[in-house]
């Protein structure tokens, strides 16, 4: 007689679709126009929720600094929010992004490794997971899971974070990417606004070199950017014109 195979728990089966809407929600967030604030926000409350986690919390890398920089965390601890930034290398989330590699601990109130054992009894934090967040070989960012009681994280535990942290690690690069091109587009159009200034200041018969500096000490005088100050050039121009 065949065996059926045994069904799963509803438990299970509920842990399983949790895992996979996270990582739905995650992944629908690559291919979105999200801020990335909004972005960072949506991965530590996903993350949180489907880890069963008090507090989660994701720390971007400061390359000049070198330093990871708490950006996102569903935490309403003001104590943690504040937390100082941490050196590479520092700690367990330093050490997780320095080595590339996943880090769990059992109790940091009692780890020598864990910087901030004070904020950790004060807010009732025990067992930690740093995970690591990577792209193209490259750590960008840190995602922390925390439980409020003794807790040893179970392969699958680790492998679903681990997937949660490569998916966000991609869309946050996405996000970053749409704010540098965002950055570089308002650069171009700025620079066009400019030239289209100096043009007209040129015909009314200023030099080149004057006409930049007309328009560089008019927007430090006003405190105004130099493209708003070329617009209200164009704009002045542009009504004389049609009088």
């Known amino acids: 007689m065949t065996r059926k195979p045994a069904a799963k728990s509803p438990k299970s089966q509920s842990s399983y679709e949790k895992q996979i809407e996270a990582l739905s929600k995650i992944s629908?967030?690559?291919a979105s126009n999200l801020y990335l604030e909004d972005v960072l926000r949506l991965i530590v409350m996903v993350t949180a929720e489907v880890m069963n986690s008090k507090i989660c919390s994701l720390m971007l890398v400061d390359e000049e600094k070198g330093?990871?920089?708490i950006r996102a965390t569903q935490s309403v601890s003001e104590a943690?929010?504040?937390?100082p930034n941490m050196k590479i290398g520092a700690g367990i989330a330093g050490k997780a992004?320095?080595?590339?590699?996943?880090?769990?601990v059992s109790d940091v109130r009692g780890d020598p490794r864990y910087l901030n054992r004070d904020i950790a009894k004060s807010e009732k934090l025990c067992s930690l997971l740093s995970m690591p967040m990577t792209v193209k070989g490259k750590v960008i960012?840190?995602?922390?899971?925390?439980?409020s009681t003794p807790h040893i994280f179970t392969r699958n535990e680790i492998n679903v974070l681990t997937s949660v942290a490569n998916q966000a690690a991609v869309a946050i690069e996405n996000a970053q990417l749409m704010v540098r091109s965002k950055v570089i587009q308002e650069e171009l159009e700025a620079r066009?606004?400019?030239?289209?200034?100096k043009g007209i200041l040129m015909r009314r018969g200023m030099a080149e070199e004057d006409a930049f500096r007309k328009i560089?000490?008019?927007?430090?005088?006003?405190?105004?950017t130099m493209k708003q100050i070329a617009e209200a050039i164009i704009l002045t121009d542009?009504?004389?014109r049609d009088k």
């Open 28 to 30: 629908q967030t690559i």
């Open 238 to 240: 542009e009504l004389e």
């Open 97 to 104: 992004a320095k080595e590339g590699k996943p880090i769990q």
């Open 141 to 147: 960012g840190v995602l922390n899971v925390y439980t």
């Open 67 to 69: 330093e990871l920089v």
């Open 192 to 197: 066009k606004m400019v030239e289209r200034a």
């Open 80 to 83: 943690y929010n504040k937390k």
């Open 216 to 224: 560089q000490k008019q927007a430090m005088s006003l405190r105004k």
